[in-house]
């Protein structure tokens, strides 16, 4: 089971970025997947979720209407399109795989697999 996160960089405040959640066939069937971040000195946090079909998606108050999330299950991927970017958006993002039968979405501990990281950085 692997998950990669992609896309992060160096940006501006009020631009924009798109981060790539790459995830083995195996992996992606049927899971809902997640993202969350983490600014240094703080505790991982919950930004976004979305179920396997798409159809149903969460987000953070601090991200709603920013942020947001999409699937694409031909490709096995998850996307989390960030726009109008703020200096506190600045964290490492992660994805993560949702364990099945699970609802509790901003909960790190819903979530079994995890890619690396991704550092987004923005300046003001």
């Known amino acids: 089971v692997q998950l990669q996160a992609s896309g992060g960089g160096l940006v501006q405040a009020g631009g924009s970025l798109r981060l790539t959640c790459s995830i083995s066939?195996?992996?992606?069937?049927?899971?809902?997947v997640g993202w969350f971040r983490q600014a240094p000195g703080k505790e991982r946090e919950f930004v976004a979720t979305?179920?396997?079909?798409?159809?149903?998606?969460a987000s953070a108050d601090s991200v709603k209407g920013r942020f947001t999330i999409s699937r694409d299950n031909a490709k096995n991927t998850v996307y989390l399109q960030m726009n109008s970017l703020r200096p506190e958006d600045t964290a490492v993002y992660y994805c993560?795989?949702?364990?099945?039968?699970?609802?509790?979405?901003?909960?790190?501990?819903?979530?079994?697999?995890w890619g690396q990281g991704t550092l987004v950085t923005v300046s003001s």
């Open positions: 993560a795989r949702r364990r099945s039968h699970v609802y509790s979405y901003s909960d790190p501990g819903s979530y079994d697999y």
């Open positions: 066939k195996r992996a992606f069937s049927s899971h809902a």
């Open positions: 979305i179920n396997f079909t798409g159809s149903s998606t």
